[in-house]
């Protein structure tokens, strides 16, 4: 079993729709809780980061920890199809130095 | 400031052929990492450095080694490359942190195929 399970996808949505990605996690020692994004060709970049359990909200963006049910989700409102792109979530026990990755999930946003 | 830069950006081996893979960073960070990607696998961690002149191994370090003779570059090498190490190299870079999270800046990654 991975310890990071994430679908893959691909995920397809009308623009402007409300978009879900989740990431399951084995480890209950994690403590942060990244999502990073991914345009096709090139290197990652980090989105959002939480600590712990709970919300984390930054402009269409939307960031969720639920540690009880080793869950994490990133919620994209008003989706635009500039928002496609591959998104990874990626987990640390420490200090954000060495990251456990999920295999990402493509998502498609069509005009 | 060009950030994480990698070198090369594509290159194709053949089985047994042995290459180079350059990192530099210009943002003064301590940690670097080298990770590769493979489709339905997402981003495994090959080998880290937390400074200059040390190295340590991530998930997949077998058929890999890595120097960090300098802050700010960080090499990647395959000694006798195999066809399962086909794959894009990313190198990424990162401050030290006591508490928290530091972003990891990424390069654009290397595509390698080893025939």
């Known amino acids: 079993q991975k310890e990071v399970e994430q679908d893959p996808g691909p995920l397809s949505v009308p623009e402007g729709a409300i978009v879900s990605l989740n990431c399951t996690y084995s480890?209950?020692?994690?403590?942060?809780f990244m999502w990073y994004r991914q345009y096709s060709r090139k290197g990652p970049e980090l989105l959002m980061y939480t600590y712990s359990s709970g919300n984390k909200e930054d402009g269409r963006f939307t960031a969720q920890v639920d540690k009880s049910s080793k869950y994490i989700s990133l919620f994209i409102r008003d989706s635009q199809p500039s928002d496609s792109a591959t998104y990874l979530c990626?987990?640390?026990?420490?200090?954000?130095?060495?990251?456990?990755f999920g295999a990402g999930t493509i998502l498609r946003v069509k005009s | 400031n060009a950030g994480v830069t990698q070198t090369p950006k594509f290159r194709v081996l053949k089985t047994g052929q042995s290459m180079t893979l350059l990192c530099a960073q210009d943002m003064n960070h301590e940690y670097m990492y080298w990770y590769r990607q493979d489709p339905g696998m997402g981003l495994r961690l090959i080998h880290y450095?937390?400074?200059?002149?040390?190295?340590a191994k991530g998930e997949v370090p077998d058929g890999y080694n890595v120097s960090r003779l300098k802050k700010q570059n960080f090499l990647l090498g395959l000694e006798s490359a195999a066809p399962s190490q086909t794959s894009v190299y990313f190198c990424?870079?990162?401050?030290?942190?006591?508490?928290?999270?530091?972003?990891?800046?990424f390069g654009p990654g290397t595509r390698l195929l080893v025939l």
């Open positions: 990626a987990l640390d026990l420490e200090y954000g130095n060495k990251l456990v």
């Open positions: 990424a870079s990162s401050y030290r942190v006591l508490a928290g999270v530091e972003t990891q800046y």
């Open positions: 480890n209950s020692a994690f403590q942060y």
């Open positions: 450095s937390v400074g200059e002149g040390t190295t």
